[in-house]
C-alpha cells in the first residue's frame, strides 16, 4: 500500500515510524514532515489546506490511504474532500470533528445524550460570561470555544484570573476561536486520556496515557500543548474504562451517527475522574501529541492494519494487543518556549542518545540548516523510551535527553511522577 501520512510533528514521526514497520506497505509519504521523518518516508512539499493539490498528489502517487495527524485538517474538511474524490482516508469529516472543534458543540452533544461532563456556560460576549463567573464564583474553567492549539484553555483559581481569562480570548488572543467561550465548573480529580479507532459504529479501545500540560516541574506555571506523557495510565482500570465506554464513548459513537455525522477515526477522551466516576473534560479527533509517541512504543499489531479496518468498518473484527512495559516520553522545547521559543539553535548527540535499543527519538519541531539540525518550534523533541516499569521507563528516558547537546533547550525533570509515587 501506498499512504500519504498529513503534518510534522512529533505525532506524525512517531506514527511514521509505526507504519513503516508494516509488512503491508509498499511506501509512506510525509507532508510536509520533518528531518527525523526522513528515515521511514518521503517528504513532499504539499500545501495540505489546498485540498484539491492534496486529492492530486493522491491520484498522481497512487495513494491508497491518507492518514491525517493534526486536528486543524479535519476540521477543514480535508476528509470530505479526499472522501468525495473516493480516496480513503483515516480521519473524520469536518462535522464530525466539530467534537474538537468546538467545545460547545460537544457540550450540547453530552446534554443530549446524558454524557456525564462538568455544568457549562457558552457565551459570545465578555459581559455575560463574567456576570456567570461571579455568579458560580472560583476554581472555574474558562475555554475558547474553538481550535486553539491546545492552549485556549484556563483553570482559574480566582474569579480575577477567570475574567482575564475571558477578556483575552474576546480581545482575539485566539484568533476566531475566541470568538464564543465556554465556562466550565470546576472538577476535582484525577485527569487521564483514554483513545478509541472507530469506524463509524465500532469503537476499540487504543490505550491509556497521562500527559503534563504545564510548563513546569510539579505542574507549574502556564498550560503547553504537552511537556510528556507515559502509558498506560495505572489510574484507568478495568472497571473505571468500560464505564467510560458505557457511559462516553458509546452514547458519543451512537449521538453522532443519529445527526448524519458518524465518526471514523481516533477519538480522545480528556477525562476526569471524579468521586461520581468518570466526566468527560474534552474531546481530541486525533492521536495526543505526546500521547501517541508512548502509544505506538507499547502498540504489538500492525497499526496500518489496525486504520485499513477502521476505515473499511471492521473495526469489530480486529483486536489491539499491546506490550506489557511501560512507554515514557520527556518533551525538549526551545527556551522561551510557550510564549516565544528561541529558534535556530543546533542540536547535536542524537545518535548517543538513540543507541539505547529502549529509546527512540521522534523529531517534532526540527529543521535542516546546512546540514545541521537545528530547532524549528516551540516543543522541538520527543525522547521516547520503554520499560518494566513506568519508573524504569523514566530513567531510560532521563539518560537519553541527559546525552543530547542543546544548550538552547529544556525539558520537565519529572514527567510521571503519579505512577512513579504510586509504584514507590
Known amino acids: 500500500m501506498n499512504v500519504l501520512l498529513i503534518g510534522s510533528g512529533g505525532r506524525e514521526h512517531a506514527l511514521a515510524w509505526k507504519l513503516a514497520a508494516s509488512p503491508v506497505l509498499t511506501k509512506l509519504y510525509a507532508a510536509p514532515g520533518n528531518p527525523g521523518m ?20 493522491c491520484r498522481e502517487k497512487g495513494v491508497d490511504l491518507v492518514v491525517v495527524g493534526p486536528e486543524a485538517p479535519l476540521v477543514a474538511g480535508l476528509a470530505d474532500a479526499l472522501n468525495a474524490a473516493d480516496i480513503r482516508v483515516f480521519g473524520p469529516s469536518a462535522a464530525a470533528a466539530r467534537l474538537e472543534g468546538s467545545k460547545s458543540f460537544t457540550k450540547e452533544l453530552c446534554d443530549r445524550y446524558g454524557i456525564p461532563t462538568a455544568a457549562y456556560g457558552r457565551f459570545e460576549n465578555a459581559l455575560a460570561a463574567r456576570a456567570y ?61 483514554f483513545f478509541c479507532l472507530c469506524d463509524g459504529a465500532a469503537a476499540l479501545p487504543f490505550g491509556t496515557a497521562q500527559d503534563h500540560k504545564r510548563v513546569g516541574d510539579g505542574d507549574t506555571g502556564p498550560n503547553t500543548g504537552g511537556m510528556g506523557a507515559y502509558s498506560p495510565a495505572p489510574v484507568l482500570d478495568e472497571a473505571i474504562l468500560a464505564r467510560t465506554m458505557a457511559e462516553i464513548i458509546e452514547p458519543t459513537l451512537k449521538g453522532m451517527a443519529e445527526m448524519g455525522a458518524p465518526f471514523t477515526g481516533v477519538l ?157
Open 38 to 57: 526522513t528515515q521511514d518516508a518521503e517528504c513532499v512539499a504539499l500545501d495540505v489546506s489546498d485540498h484539491d493539490a492534496v486529492v492530486a498528489f
Open 268 to 424: 480522545y477522551a480528556g477525562l476526569m475522574l471524579t468521586k461520581d466516576g468518570p466526566k468527560l473534560i474534552e474531546y481530541n479527533v486525533r492521536f495526543g501529541d505526546p500521547e501517541c509517541q508512548v502509544l505506538m512504543m507499547r502498540l504489538k499489531e500492525d497499526l496500518l492494519a489496525l486504520l485499513n479496518a477502521a476505515v473499511d468498518g471492521q473495526l469489530a473484527h480486529v483486536s489491539a494487543r499491546w506490550r506489557d512495559e511501560a512507554a515514557l516520553t520527556v518533551v525538549l522545547a526551545a527556551n522561551g518556549y510557550p510564549a516565544s521559543p528561541e529558534k535556530g539553535t543546533a542540536i547535536r548527540g542524537l545518535e548517543a542518545a538513540a543507541a539505547d535499543e529502549n529509546v527512540e527519538i521522534f523529531h517534532a519541531g526540527t529543521a535542516l540548516k546546512d546540514g545541521i539540525l537545528v530547532a524549528n518550534g516551540g516543543r522541538v523533541l520527543n525522547v521516547t523510551a520503554l520499560g518494566a516499569s513506568v519508573t524504569e521507563a523514566q530513567q531510560n528516558a532521563y539518560r537519553a535527553v541527559d546525552l543530547i547537546d542543546w544548550p538552547e533547550g529544556f525539558c520537565r525533570r519529572d514527567i510521571g511522577w503519579r505512577a512513579v509515587e504510586r509504584e514507590g
Open 133 to 193: 463567573v461571579r455568579e458560580q464564583g472560583a476554581p472555574i474553567v474558562i475555554k475558547a470555544d474553538g481550535l486553539a492549539a491546545g492552549k485556549g484553555v484556563t483553570v482559574a483559581m480566582t474569579e480575577d484570573e477567570a475574567i482575564a481569562a475571558i477578556d483575552e480570548c474576546f480581545d482575539g488572543s485566539f484568533g476566531e476561536a475566541g470568538a464564543s467561550v465556554v465556562v466550565e465548573e470546576f472538577l476535582e480529580g484525577e485527569e487521564a486520556s
